[in-house]
């Protein structure tokens, strides 16, 4: 789903498509603007709190009436290691990241009656377009920190994404599952 685009619409076809069930909601968005706080500006905190954060609360709203109805759902929220660790530069995404964390809490215990669990995953460096931007001598930082030595693979936390969307999850809600190879 683009963000960008209005969210309405997008849904209404969204649930056409899926004849009006939605069973599972993965909210992977995610974009940065990195720069020292003190020379951030007003927009660059926007348009990622909007994205991350906003955008989430936005589709799960939308999708949390169709799940109650059904009584039944599975929300998995990504969120960062920048979430629970913060990173220079990174005042923005690591609000959002930590952001979505209470999100999950709060949804869970909300709408746990109703047999819809909320939990999150927060990665850590893993081998994506957004870390093969990163410059040498800072992976090599990086690398240094993780107990593992190297950085995960995407599979790692679509793992842990299938796994909290499946029936073997069923008993677990409000939490925050780390796939970050040790590094904290």
Request: proline letters at 2%; a negative charge.
């Amino acid at each position: 789903l683009d963000l960008s685009s209005d969210i309405e619409e997008s849904f209404k076809e969204i649930t056409q498509w899926s004849n009006g069930k939605i069973d599972i909601l993965i909210n992977n968005a995610g974009i940065t603007k990195d720069t020292l706080f003190i020379r951030m500006k007003q927009e660059d905190w926007d348009s990622v709190i909007n994205t991350n954060l906003t955008g989430t609360f936005r589709i799960t709203q939308a999708v949390v009436k169709l799940m109650i109805k059904q009584r039944f759902g599975r929300i998995i929220n990504i969120s960062s290691i920048i979430g629970f660790t913060g990173n220079v530069g990174q005042a923005n995404y690591a609000a959002t990241k930590a952001g979505l964390i209470g999100f999950t809490k709060s949804l869970a215990k909300e709408l746990a009656s109703r047999n819809i669990t909320v939990n999150a995953v927060a990665p850590g460096f893993i081998e994506t377009d957004m870390t093969a931007q990163l410059p040498a001598d800072i992976v090599e930082n990086y690398l240094k920190q993780i107990p593992l030595g190297r950085f995960g693979k995407p599979e790692d936390v679509a793992n842990v994404v299938l796994f909290l969307a499946s029936d073997m999850a069923s008993y677990i809600t409000g939490e925050t599952i780390h796939v970050n190879g040790g590094m904290f």
